[in-house]
Nanobody, 115 residues
Framework: QVQLVESGGGLVQPGGSLRLSCAVS????????MGWHRQAPGKERELVAY???????NHSDSVKGRFTISRDNAQNTMYLQMNSLKPDDTAVYYC?????????WGQGTQVTVSS
């Protein structure tokens, strides 16, 4: 089993920044992929970004150039640096860990972008 705990969400003004963290514990395999999804009210969950065990990343077009995903394998922690936030970024952000066809999810953290 793998457990994930997100932190770092909150209320921020448009144009501001937040950094989300996702701490992973349990049975962690080396060659895994981790990432972030988000779900806004009334909308489907969408992929934000993911990062492979070797550091290769992919960001959705909606956040490219504003968000940066990273990870610290020694600390079993993943991050999402979010800059130039927009009201459309308001959502619950979920981190995930995947390996061998299985995926585990965190409980989510709320990000609200509003003046």
């Amino acid at each position: 089993q793998v457990q994930l705990v997100e932190s770092g969400g909150g209320l921020v003004q448009p144009g501001g920044s937040l950094r989300l963290s996702c701490a992973v514990s349990g049975r962690i395999e080396s060659f895994n992929t981790m990432g972030w999804h988000r779900q806004a009210p009334g909308k489907e969950r969408e992929l934000v970004a993911y990062i492979h065990w070797n550091g290769v990343t992919n960001h959705s077009d909606s956040v490219k150039g504003r968000f940066t995903i990273s990870r610290d394998n020694a600390q079993n922690t993943m991050y999402l640096q979010m800059n130039s936030l927009k009201p459309d970024d308001t959502a619950v952000y979920y981190c995930y860990y995947s390996y061998g066809g299985k995926a585990y999810w965190g409980q989510g953290t709320q990000v609200t972008v509003s003046s």
